[in-house]
């Protein structure tokens, strides 16, 4: 079994993303952003072996605007299981023949700072299956 790379992974996630219509995809976490959007935010590995297998799992923040608190509507819908802009849907329905993507957790609602504009955001834990 070959290795799959961080890079792939980001590869496979923002493929999966790039599915919900009006989210813009950020595979790095980005310096300016355009809302409603999400990012992969980073990884966390622990290796299981000196052979190189590892389990993977990859946080991404998803984000809207702060402009107004019905935004908060807008990621409820992002963050649910399913629908047209369901970033869990997308992530859930990936299909990858080398990496499989499962939806660990969702949750930590909060206010994000970037560019000196706020947002809010949440998070989602995914489990990397290769």
Do not use: W
């Not at 660990?104 to 504009?117: F, P, Q, S």
């Amino acid at each position: 079994m070959s290795e799959i790379t961080n890079g792939e992974i980001r590869d496979v996630i923002a493929l999966a993303l790039s599915k919900c219509p009006g989210v813009n995809i950020y595979k790095f976490p980005p310096e300016d952003i355009s809302p409603p959007a999400a990012f992969v935010a980073g990884f966390s590995i622990r290796p299981l072996s000196f052979d190189g297998y590892r389990e993977t799992s990859v946080d991404i923040t998803v984000m809207v605007s702060h402009r107004h608190v019905d935004q908060l509507a807008l990621l409820d819908a992002m963050l649910d299981s399913e629908g047209s802009s369901s970033i869990v849907a997308a992530i859930d329905n990936a299909a990858s023949p080398d990496v499989n993507l499962r939806v660990n957790t969702i949750g930590n609602y909060r206010e994000v700072i970037i560019a000196d504009v706020p947002y809010y955001a949440a998070d989602i834990t995914v489990e990397v299956l290769t």
